[in-house]
């Protein structure tokens, strides 16, 4: 029966999009749910939230996200997402160098804390070294210029173990999961002629089977544009480069609490991992992009290891330099664990949860994460949930299906407003890379 809870249902890609879909669905009533994934395990190494960890932050320039985000953080309180939410606070400056754009949007981001009726009460300034050094005493570096605010609501999330959690939690609740190349690679949505257009059937995998469904989840980030080639170049595969420092136990322990230190010119770090000692760094910048000459459309390059094990020298740069501020005792240790973390991003910045035009509703596509969805990942499942209403319709427009007028290949991530930095070509920086060896 069309629409019953007993529909047979495949989600393809699980990462964050697709387990919080089969996690709500399961928790709707829906009783036959399949997920997809090319990774041999959850967490998928294709996933962009197989990270040690992601900012939780609400403060958004838009208050419609700031006020999702809170309605996330409520959902990452409860006891199936509060291991792996850890409220450390978040120590959100600029450097005495950084440019007007970064100071410009941390003064957004501020008001956008200080405002607040939930958040105000948990913001305090931060205008000198002495102001930075009471929120993290650990910080003895100069923090040459470093003002903005810290916002004690806010904290990170440890992003791989939340999938593997969730993941387990579905295998006990019955979704069924085809992991690995060959049965978890969805080559195709096989589709039937409907009076509306067509309706999908199901999908076929690499493996050569054809698995039935009424309703097909695309929820593979980056990839999205390869199994529903309308996508087009609405979504832009984009990566940002990610480096771990390999501390000590007493290294770790000293750090214990601290907040996420954040320059908008320079980037991030965590307070490190107790498990695997490893402190994790982001750099700010407009990212790197892969796009295809002929069809201008960016996807993660393949094979997926490519993307492993080296830091373009530009973000180690920015990295070092915010170390030397901070914590110079770690400004020159090696890193280890580089990679690229390929997003899936849009215009806008602003999530694709909608049906995909002429599948009589039958294939649903989640994308467009924008570097910004983990955070969401408690509640992106309700989006869903929301779309199978009696509406059967996006009712939020920044969610719609995008239309394809978007200029190839043009990196808008220059023009994103919490971005510092132009987009690159990633074939540029792998070229620096085989410089580098000689
Ligand atoms: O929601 C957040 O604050 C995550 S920001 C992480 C980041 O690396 C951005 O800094 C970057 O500009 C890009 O959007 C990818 O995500």
Redesign the pocket.
């Known amino acids: 029966m069309a629409g019953s809870r007993q529909w047979p249902i495949v989600i393809v890609g699980a990462g964050a999009f697709g387990l919080s879909t089969a996690l709500h669905l399961i928790q709707d009533g829906y009783t036959n749910i399949t997920v997809f994934d090319r990774g041999d395990e959850v967490p998928s190494p294709y996933s962009a939230a197989n990270d040690l960890n992601?900012?939780m932050?609400p403060e958004y320039e838009d208050p419609f996200y700031t006020n999702l985000a809170i309605e996330a953080m409520a959902a990452w309180k409860t006891p199936l997402f509060a291991p792996y939410f850890h409220r450390t606070g978040f120590l959100h400056c600029v450097s005495g160098k950084a440019e007007q754009r970064a100071k410009d949007t941390l003064q957004r981001f501020r008001k956008a804390a200080e405002s607040h009726p939930i958040l105000s009460k948990f913001v305090v300034p931060l205008s000198s070294r002495s102001d930075i050094q009471e929120q993290a005493w650990q910080l003895d570096g100069d923090l040459p210029g470093w003002h903005g605010y810290f916002n004690r609501f806010d904290g990170y999330t440890h992003s791989a173990d939340a999938l593997r959690g969730i993941y387990r939690v579905l295998q006990g609740c019955g979704v069924r999961f085809f992991l690995g190349e060959s049965v978890g690679t969805v080559n195709s949505i096989v589709y039937e002629q409907s009076p509306n257009g067509k309706r999908t059937k199901g999908v076929t995998t690499k493996d050569g089977k054809i698995h039935a469904a009424e309703l097909v989840i695309i929820a593979t980030g980056a990839k999205a544009a390869s199994l529903v080639p309308e996508v087009g170049t609405t979504v832009e595969a984009?990566s940002?480069s990610v480096a771990h420092i390999q501390l000590t136990d007493e290294e770790t322990s000293a750090l214990r609490g601290i907040p996420i230190i954040y320059a908008r010119d320079l980037g991030?770090y965590f307070e490190p991992d107790p498990k695997t000692n490893l402190l994790k760094l982001?750099p700010?910048?407009g990212?790197y992009i892969n796009t295809n000459k002929e069809t201008g459309i960016s996807l993660p390059p393949e094979p997926m290891n490519a993307s492993v094990g080296f830091l373009p020298k530009e973000d180690e740069a920015k990295l070092r330099e915010l170390l030397r501020h901070t914590l110079p005792a770690l400004a020159d240790r090696p890193f280890v664990k580089k990679s690229l973390?390929w997003?899936a991003?849009t215009v806008g910045?602003h999530f694709i949860i909608d049906y995909v035009p002429n599948s009589s509703k039958s294939v649903i596509i989640l994308s467009g994460d924008?570097?910004?969805g983990?955070?969401m990942f408690p509640i992106v499942g309700s989006w869903v949930l929301a779309l199978l209403g009696p509406q059967k319709a996006q009712s939020n427009e920044q969610w719609k299906w995008k239309s394809s007028k978007v200029k190839a290949g043009s990196g808008w991530?220059d023009v994103?407003s919490?971005?510092v930095g132009t987009t690159t070509e990633y074939k540029d920086i792998r070229r620096f890379k085989a410089e580098s060896k000689l």
Do not use: E, N, P, Y
């Open positions: 992601k900012i932050r984009k940002w991030f982001c700010m910048g990212g973390c997003f991003d910045s924008s570097g910004h983990f955070k991530g994103v919490w971005r």
